[in-house]
Nanobody, 114 residues
């Protein structure tokens, strides 16, 4: 059974940092690209970051370039999203995704507010 379990969300002040984790089970994690998406209230879900199966190539949404970093540890079946210089507009539910299989996690809430 495929499971993607996100963690690390929470409330943070503007300018702060958070690190999200997504632990994957039930499929061969090391052979799949992974992605993070987010969805804010009243908005469509948008791509935040994408990483290839080796971790050798990454891509980011324009709104997070230079502030967020996606990485993965294939030995731990985990993908990470380091978020720095957070802004109120980063407030959203963040989802882990396997693009090739349309697997989704349950999401973790990130709220950026003073």
């Amino acid at each position: 059974q495929v499971q993607l379990v996100e963690s690390g969300g929470g409330l943070v002040q503007p300018g702060g940092s958070l690190r999200l984790s997504c632990a994957a089970t039930g499929f061969t994690f090391s052979t799949y690209a992974m992605a993070w998406y987010r969805q804010a209230p009243g908005k469509e879900r948008e791509l935040v970051a994408h990483i290839t199966w080796t971790g050798g190539r990454t891509n980011y949404g324009d709104s997070v370039k230079g502030r967020f970093t996606i990485s993965r540890d294939n030995a731990k079946n985990t993908v990470y999203l380091q978020m720095n210089s957070l802004k109120p507009e980063d407030t959203a539910v963040y989802y882990c995704n396997v693009p090739a299989r349309h697997y989704w996690g349950q999401g973790t809430q990130v709220t950026v507010s003073s």
